[in-house]
């Protein structure tokens, strides 16, 4: 090889490391996020367990007047310390000692045993330096628990848990991990860059299927040791409460007592314990082999076995060894956690797949405009052009999308007292980003795209980046209008730079490029987000959000160039010399422009707004789903236009109306929706009511996930196309494509302002209930619309083909 070829080899595979450290990085930070949020969650839970067992003892001698100072207490913490592996020492603190306490409080992080797992995760520091090597520092935790006698309250129990109880046997689980993947990073480029060098046929299919077989043995690899970890964790939880137990029950057994014979309410102890550790589903001593009186529930002795598969069993023996006291928690506790985090890890890794395909094209796109330099070509060709342009749709949505699931919870709290509303700064970001479409658009026309995408970008990163330093309210409501306004300049610009490249293609599809960059962001962006915020912050996050962007920009700066337009697509003279109340004239009155908008497109969007954002986690909600489940839920509608969208350009090959791709789209939404309007008349159908409740919930489940996904294929078969015909009328070739393009998405963004409005009236009953049955009277609805579509564009076409055969029959050509 010369020396050329040699540097574009290391070029290659340092660029394939960058792309690989993003998107392994990405997925390393999601799996160890994840062990953060439960494994410390079970480590708090089994400490407390533990503690509110000695704080009832301790209150029930206080109740009946035994003074808070009685060294018996101090003896009995003191025990429980010793017999526990994560608790590292307990203080009994009355009041004349509070103020002292109060002052190591300062230096510790105070945890409550009623705190949720994303409140936990803010109090934890994840301990990065230990996850690839042996790391002896940790902060300082306490948990207290109050103490009160009949009257009231008289001291604090304070449990300063082990060094390292939270983060250690996560880095223990994660460092083999952290390693291998880094191995990986390393070596797999290398692989990849001499397969693809050497591969005679397919080297780009054979670089992508490699780098994913990279990040699905990454990612199997992270849920196997969530699957350990989880495990190891309700292990000690059972071993811990084991020796609680035998430590109580080995008292007796050192005066002489015989469990069985001797003594009685050891019953209720295990009930107590049981009921105190919800995991734990059997307690119960053995005598001489046998099962003894005392069991938590009933069973045959093969149920009680401690081999049982289906069991997590913990097995300690008393003093004298006649007796061993057998606590078991089932392994279908352990997957019931680790399926929500499985669930969580599979959506984070759908949108980590989209974000690395992504990455990989920007890198492939480079790689072209090095070869393309190399062999001094003139301007890059068309199809390359779009690749180089995604990247920048894609993550000027992504830095914005990566606040969806926090933003209206933030600004709740942060507008509190402020005389300002949740509603009035999404409403100053959509007035915004709508008010500029119509300038940007006619600015298009005879302007730089690029530096547009530029001033957009620069907007964008400007209003996200100065949300990440204030938090004065009318200045975050400021920020957010200039980061609608930065948005809209940046969509109206890619939008336009599509149109053009499609117009000389149309096989390249640039207008669905468009709704497929929008949908990949909003799902990685969403799904990625919901992960940060809890370990980073809402401040953070925005943070994150602005250098997205501002790699996004220094990208637009390297390798955006204004499009090369062909003499067929330079102006006509029906655009020439025309000004600007000229096109605002065609423009109010394009009778195609507002019939797609009336009858397609805004419906499109106040049922995307209304139904799918505003309704429906309202009725998810009532039919008591959980929060994360509500959202992976909606992620199907955005798959679904992502599948339906690449589906579209290939149908549009051979069906050439588009009108008739539309009428399909407004079929298929409105079937969406009436399948899940009746939800209930489903679940009435004989063979459905014979099934358990589970069951039946999993219908329902599948019901509803279809009636979303159905929405979303649909849509896919609108968002695009729709474009595409505005774009197309007659009025466009005068005032302009990029002028009708955003003069129709301006309108269109009407539905997204009334769609909310228009569900609550349509859709919810007087009590703010769901109204499910008239979802189905909307779907009617949309369906009737498409027809009354589909037969104005009928009567259309008969009277163009009227006016065709009464102009040939006179000898006067067709236009």
């Not at 693809?196 to 990040?215: E, G, M, W």
Request: net charge neutral; glycine share 8%.
């Amino acid at each position: 090889m010369d020396r050329g070829t040699i540097v574009n080899f290391v070029k290659t595979i340092l660029s394939l490391q960058i792309v690989m450290v993003l998107s392994i990085g990405l997925l390393l930070f999601i799996g160890i996020g994840e062990s953060y949020r439960v494994s410390p969650a079970l480590s708090l839970t089994n400490v407390c367990n533990q503690a509110e067992l000695l704080e009832s003892s301790i209150e029930g001698n206080l109740r009946l007047g035994v003074p808070i100072e009685f060294q018996g207490f101090t003896l009995q913490a003191n025990n429980l310390a010793d017999q526990s592996d994560q608790i590292k020492s307990i203080n009994i603190v009355n009041y004349g000692q509070a103020d002292n306490v109060s002052k190591g409080l300062h230096e510790s992080h105070l945890l409550t045993c009623d705190m949720s797992e994303k409140a936990l995760l803010r109090e934890l520091t994840i301990d990065w330096i230990g996850l690839t090597m042996e790391s002896h520092q940790h902060d300082k935790y306490e948990i207290v628990l109050e103490l009160e006698d009949k009257i009231t309250r008289v001291g604090s129990l304070v449990i300063t848990p082990t060094d390292g109880l939270f983060s250690d046997v996560i880095n223990a689980q994660f460092r083999w991990v952290v390693i291998f993947s880094l191995l990986l990073i390393v070596l797999m480029p290398i692989v990849i860059t001499l397969a693809q060098r050497f591969a005679n046929k397919k080297p780009v299919l054979i670089q992508k299927s490699l780098y994913h077989l990279t990040f699905v043995v990454v990612g199997f690899v992270i849920i196997q040791s969530l699957i350990q970890l989880y495990a190891a964790g309700i292990k000690g939880q059972s071993y811990s409460l084991a020796s609680s137990l035998e430590a109580r029950l080995n008292v007796p057994g050192k005066l002489g007592f015989d469990l069985d014979r001797d003594l009685t309410g050891i019953d209720v102890l295990f009930e107590e314990y049981r009921l105190k550790n919800p995991d734990i589903s059997h307690i119960y001593l053995i005598h001489h082999g046998n099962i003894s009186q005392y069991a938590t529930e009933s069973g045959s002795l093969d149920y009680y076995n401690e081999y049982n598969e289906d069991f997590i069993v913990t097995r300690l023996a008393l003093i004298d060894d006649s007796y061993q006291v057998v606590v078991k928690t089932p392994w279908s506790k352990v997957y019931a956690r680790l399926w929500r985090a499985t669930r969580n890890i599979l959506v984070l890794f759908i949108a980590s797949v989209l974000l690395s395909n992504l990455f990989l094209d920007v890198l492939l796109s480079i790689q072209r405009e090095m070869k393309k330099a190399n062999k001094r070509q003139a301007a890059p060709n068309l199809s390359l052009q779009l690749q180089l342009i995604r990247p920048v749709f894609a993550l000027g949505v992504l830095m914005e999308a990566i606040n969806l699931s926090f933003l209206p919870a933030y600004f709740s709290v942060l507008f509190q007292g402020s005389g300002y509303s949740v509603s009035t700064v999404f409403g100053v970001y959509f007035v915004s980003f709508a008010a500029i479409l119509l300038p940007a658009g006619r600015w298009a026309e005879s302007h730089s795209l690029r530096n547009m995408m530029l001033a957009g970008l620069m907007l964008s990163v400007g209003g996200l980046g100065g949300m990440a330093l204030i938090d004065d309210v009318p200045l975050v409501v400021a920020l957010r209008g200039i980061a609608g306004v930065g948005q809209g300049i940046l969509f109206i610009a890619v939008q336009s730079y599509l149109l053009n490249l499609e117009s000389q293609n149309s096989r390249l599809q640039g207008t669905e490029q468009l709704v497929i960059g929008f949908n990949m962001s909003t799902i990685s962006g969403a799904a990625i987000g919901a992960l940060l915020m809890p370990m980073l912050g809402e401040q953070n996050v925005f943070f994150a959000g602005s250098i997205i962007g501002s790699i996004c920009l220094a990208y637009c700066l390297a390798m955006i160039s204004d499009p090369v337009f062909n003499q067929d697509d330079e102006p006509t003279k029906d655009r020439r010399n025309t000004g600007f109340g000229f096109k605002f004239k065609n423009l109010m009155t394009d009778f195609e422009l507002y019939k797609t908008v009336l009858l397609i497109g805004f419906p499109t969007k106040a049922l995307y707004v209304g139904v799918l954002i505003f309704t429906m986690p309202m009725l998810l909600k009532e039919l008591e789903f959980d929060t994360d489940v509500i959202g992976q839920i909606l992620v199907f509608y955005y798959l679904g236009v992502l599948v339906s969208t690449r589906l579209v350009g290939k149908i549009r090959l051979w069906l050439v109306q588009i009108e008739l791709i539309l009428f399909i789209g407004c079929v298929g939404s409105g079937l969406g929706l009436i399948l899940i309007g009746q939800q209930e008349v489903l679940l009435q159908l004989p063979f459905v009511t014979l099934l358990s409740l589970q069951m039946q919930n999993v219908v329902l489940i599948g019901v509803i996930l279809t009636g979303v996904l159905l929405i979303g294929l649909s849509h896919g078969f609108i968002h695009a196309p729709i474009v595409s015909h505005v774009a197309e009328s007659k009025n466009a070739r005068i005032v302009g494509k990029a002028t009708t393009a955003a003069a129709y998405r301006f309108l269109e963004r009407l539905g997204h302002v009334a769609g909310p409005s228009l569900a609550a009236f349509l859709l919810l009953n007087s009590d703010d209930t769901v109204d499910i049955k008239a979802l189905s009277n909307l779907g009617a609805m949309i369906i009737v619309l498409g027809l009354i579509f589909m037969l104005l564009n009928y009567f259309s076409s008969m009277k163009i083909l009227r006016k065709s055969q009464i102009t040939r029959s006179i000898g006067i050509p067709d236009e």
